[in-house]
């Protein structure tokens, strides 16, 4: 199994846009959940968004609206197109991916514990 890896983190002015990308290459069940999840200064660690192998996405209440998750299958791509970007989304950014559960969901308390493998993250500032 080889660990997701992100990229794409940058800096950024307020009210900008920015792609995050996660390639979970080693990763090769067909029932999957992917996970976003981020850890700001100073902040624990919370969920951003997920997709899963039936292609439906779920977000945090922050994000919606903004953020939009998208997967490339072929590639075990998965994308998180951020716009509109706020001085309080900096973080660092993580991907994780697990085997489907009903706990496949931003909004899921599990949401986390089900994430078997974890990537080490990409840095997103956001200044004004």
């Known amino acids: 199994q080889e660990q997701p890896m992100e990229s794409g983190g940058d800096s950024v002015e307020s009210g900008g846009s920015l792609k995050l990308t996660c390639v979970a290459s080693g990763f090769t069940s067909n029932n999957y959940c992917l996970g976003w999840f981020r850890q700001g200064p100073g902040k624990e660690r919370e969920a951003v968004g997920s997709?899963?192998?039936?292609?439906?996405?779920t977000y945090a209440e922050s994000v919606a609206g903004r953020f939009t998750i998208s997967q490339d299958n072929y590639k075990n791509m998965m994308s998180l197109q951020m716009n509109n970007l706020k001085i309080e989304d900096t973080a660092t950014y993580f991907c994780a991916v697990g085997t489907w559960g009903s706990w496949c969901s931003a909004r899921s308390p599990k949401f986390s514990y089900g994430m078997n493998f974890w990537g080490k993250g990409t840095l997103v500032a956001v200044s004004s």
């Open positions: 997709i899963d192998h039936f292609g439906s996405t």
